[in-house]
């Protein structure tokens, strides 16, 4: 497996604003992934981070909202923008290291008011 | 839509005894699939992945997949406490980012001493 850390650990923003998280492993690894859990539900697919490239937004996430950055192979962000309640979540980052293993970060628990 | 599907329990087993948690998937293209335990609070820990048709063991946790009837289990053997929590399948499809978990809602699992 891997360490990850992510940063922060929870916040509560004012709506309209941005938070930006920051997820960061301790290996390089090809492929990152931003995940949400909105409260009392499965993980959901935000987007694919690889290094290098334009992140891959799945159905229903936008880069305008999502805006990720994947400056190298131990680093990546991701902005949630303009925020509203509906926000509020918690946002994972994962890693794939061998056979489509992912391992999750300790995530960020964020409460928009 | 590709879905996978668990009963979201509470599942109640006394401690000792064996736990069953059951998963069916929807995406016959699914090839991979992970089950992870996640802790209130926690972020999800892999705990068992599977390929191919059959049983995979490791420790108190058997992991069983039935391509054919597209149903994935968990077994795990002699209860603990700590084995409370909620139990994630996850199956590995084909997304806009290449490929994409798909997880389901979780089956809670709650071990009575």
Known sequence: ?113 | QKEVEQNSGPLSVPEGAIASLNCTYSDRGSQSFFWYRQYSGKSPELIMSIYSNGDKEDGRFTAQLNKASQYVSLLIRDSQPSDSATYLCAGLSNSNSGYALNFGKGTSLLVTP
Do not use: H
Request: with cysteine.
């Open chain 1, 1 to 113: 497996s891997a360490v990850i850390s992510q940063k922060p650990s929870r916040d509560i923003c004012q709506r309209g604003t941005s938070l930006t998280i920051q997820c960061q492993v301790d290996s390089q690894v090809t492929m990152m992934f931003w995940y949400r859990q909105q409260p009392g539900q499965s993980l959901t697919l935000i987007a694919t981070a690889n290094q290098g490239s334009e992140a891959t937004y799945e159905s229903g996430f936008v880069i305008d909202k999502f805006p990720i950055s994947r400056p190298n192979l131990t680093f990546s962000t991701l902005t949630v923008s303009n925020m509203s309640p509906e926000d509020s979540s918690i946002y994972l980052c994962s890693v794939d290291l061998t056979s489509s293993e992912q391992f999750f970060g300790p995530g960020t628990r964020l409460t928009v008011l």
